[in-house]
């Protein structure tokens, strides 16, 4: 078990350019959650998968963001056309839907910080 | 979702224990209490979670008021390393569309001084 992995780390671009985030969650998790976090705030809720399926989306996502989840495995958030607005911390989770009710604790990885000039 | 309260800040010195509160007066039956921290530069972790009982794990202990309200999640031993800001979370687990996702407030920031 490696945890969550996000790549890339770190992404400074121009406004206007496209970025796309990725996530590998923990390998037996069915359940995968993005969040956004700017400064100074807890983490926001976009948008959640389970298995492939996006069953979720917050009214944060505008239709510049899209998120996939193929095959429900790694999941992809793409920004299309960013804006300084944009610039934040993305954050993946995962967690197993067959988790004790109540035990279904969240595992977040370490995050993509985005940074849009 | 139900709101939690929590102090925007707490300070504590090393090696002493730390109680950080969380006011949830309109939980409901299906609400479990769930603590999350986040160290500089990480996303956050999880810390412990509870329904009724206290509960004590490896990292903390959480104390839940009898009339559910209010909870308290108590550092025995502060150290540096839980220099972080601490999420207190209301869960629903009672089916229906929630999927399990946590909302988030703001937390409370703990400093804890050598």
């Known amino acids: 078990d490696t945890g969550v992995s996000q790549d890339p780390r770190h992404k400074i671009t121009k406004r206007g350019q496209n970025v796309t985030f990725r996530c590998d969650p923990i390998s037996e998790h069915n359940r995968l959650y993005w969040y956004r976090q700017t400064l100074g705030q807890g983490p926001e809720f976009l948008t959640y998968?389970?298995?492939?399926?996006?069953?979720?989306k917050s009214r944060l996502l505008s239709d510049r963001f899209s998120a996939e989840r193929p095959k429900g495995s790694f999941s992809t958030l793409e920004i299309q056309r960013t804006e300084q607005g944009d610039s934040a911390m993305y954050l993946c989770?995962?967690?197993?839907?067959?988790?004790?009710?109540?035990?279904?604790?969240?595992?977040f990885g370490a995050g993509s910080r985005l940074t849009v000039l | 979702d139900a709101k939690t309260t929590q102090p925007n800040s707490m300070e504590s010195n090393e090696e002493e224990p730390v109680h950080l509160p969380c006011n949830h007066s309109?939980?409901?039956?299906?609400?479990?209490i769930h603590w999350y921290r986040q160290l500089p530069s990480q996303g956050p972790e999880y810390v412990i979670h509870?329904?009724?009982s206290n509960v004590n794990n490896r990292m903390a202990s959480l104390a839940i008021a009898e009339d559910r309200k209010s909870s308290t999640l108590i550092l025995h031993r502060a150290t540096l390393r839980d220099a972080a800001v601490y999420y207190c979370?209301?869960?629903?687990?009672?089916?229906?569309?929630?999927?399990?996702?946590?909302?988030f407030g703001q937390g409370t920031i703990l400093t804890v001084h050598p």
């Open positions: 979370i209301l869960r629903d687990e009672g089916g229906g569309t929630s999927y399990g996702k946590l909302t």
């Open positions: 309109t939980i409901s039956g299906t609400d479990y």
């Open positions: 989770a995962s967690s197993s839907r067959l988790a004790t009710a109540g035990a279904n604790v969240l595992t």
């Open positions: 509870g329904l009724t």
């Open positions: 998968f389970q298995n492939e399926a996006q069953l979720e």
